[in-house]
C-alpha cells in the first residue's frame, strides 16, 4: 500500500501560546509509539 499527502497551513500566533501541562496520569500510561507498532 502507498499512501502520498500534500498539507499546506499557516501557524500564526505559535508563541502567544501558554504553556500545556499534561497530567502525571496521562504521562505514566503513555506508550511508546514505536513499541505499539511492533506489536501489530
Known amino acids: ?6 498539507i499546506k497551513g499557516d501557524i500564526s500566533k505559535i508563541n502567544e501560546i501558554d ?10 500510561g503513555a506508550v511508546d509509539i ?3 507498532m511492533e506489536q501489530q
Open 1 to 6: 500500500m502507498k499512501i502520498a499527502q500534500k
Open 19 to 28: 504553556e500545556i501541562k499534561v497530567p502525571k496520569e496521562v504521562i505514566d
Open 34 to 36: 514505536t513499541e505499539a
